[in-house]
């Protein structure tokens, strides 16, 4: 079966709208991946804007993922080339630098043209939309149009931090067996935790390395887990019917 590494990103702004999540993404890399035949190695996410400064450089994230698949000699596969970055050069460079096969999943069975062709379309697309939307601001404002509906931004406030919790959650649930066998042995601090997590090549949900403090909050989760869990098993047995069911 051949091995793929996903990549999968969103930007700041596009946690509370729904069709380009983190969720999203991963589902339609692993509807590809079956229809495929192909075995994901691992699913790399990412919380960065694509637009502006040096792509590679700014997300880890994607650093990682085209080391791994350079290591395994595997793909790297994405839902959309924009999740990759949206300037054309950006795309040309990563593609040409990083000595990896990028797929995104639309492409056609010659890649690297395709990937091409597309590449400048996204950025094409960008462009439009900067160029529309500042215009349309523009305009809006001669109009006497004031920016900035409360009741609009309180719900889309509400949508990203619902978005940002349950990423955490998967995130959590990720990580418990993982925890689980670093303190299996004998490795019990958060900080030390923590180290062992960023040497695997784990990341927070939002592609931040752990530290003792961003990772209090996961271990407290957790361990309050395992406690309700316990206290379950034990309510459980003391059932007179426990283990006939």
Known sequence: MKAIVAYIRVSSREQGKSGIGLKVQT???RAYAEGKGCRIVRVYEEVRSAIGGDTLAQRPQLQAALKRAKRLKCP????????LARDAKEIGKLVSASGVEIISIQDSP???????????GVQEQTELL?????????????R????????????AQKKGAQANRDAAKVRQK???????????????????????LNQLG???ARGQEWTDQNLR???????????????????NRENSNWGTW
């Open 174 to 196: 990720e990580l418990a067996p993982i925890i689980a066998n670093i303190r299996a042995k004998g490795v019990h601090s958060g900080a030390e935790i923590a180290g062992r």
């Open 144 to 155: 006497g149009v004031v920016f900035g509906n409360q009741k609009n931004l309180s719900e």
């Open 202 to 204: 784990n990341r927070t």
């Open 110 to 120: 010659d890649k690297l043209v395709r990937l091409r062709s597309e590449a400048a």
């Open 217 to 235: 909050r996961v271990l407290r989760q957790i361990d309050r887990d395992l406690k309700d869990r316990a206290n379950s098993d034990a309510l």
């Open 130 to 142: 900067k160029n529309l939307t500042s215009e349309g601001i523009r305009l809006a404002k001669e």
């Open 27 to 29: 589902a339609k890399i």
């Open 76 to 83: 790297v596969v994405i839902a959309t080339l924009d999740r």
